[in-house]
């Protein structure tokens, strides 16, 4: 069953977190709404100026 019963969790083409102390764990949500959101694929993403990490990067790039 999907966390979002209620339609995509994400349907913004473009999403900016950028200065937004977002660290691996909130990148590991980010790319599972990404995954499960069904919205329309996402064309900007940025996060710059966070610290994600290894594992934030590495959450990502299995999803995009």
Do not use: F, K
């Amino acid at each position: 069953p999907t966390p979002y019963p209620h339609g995509p969790a994400i349907i913004a083409s473009s999403l900016r977190v950028r200065h937004n102390v977002l660290r691996h764990d909130g990148v590991r949500v980010l790319a599972q709404a990404l995954r499960e959101g069904g919205g329309a694929p996402l064309r900007v993403l940025d996060l710059s100026n966070n610290e994600i990490g290894d594992d934030g990067a590495v959450a990502l790039a299995e999803v995009l």
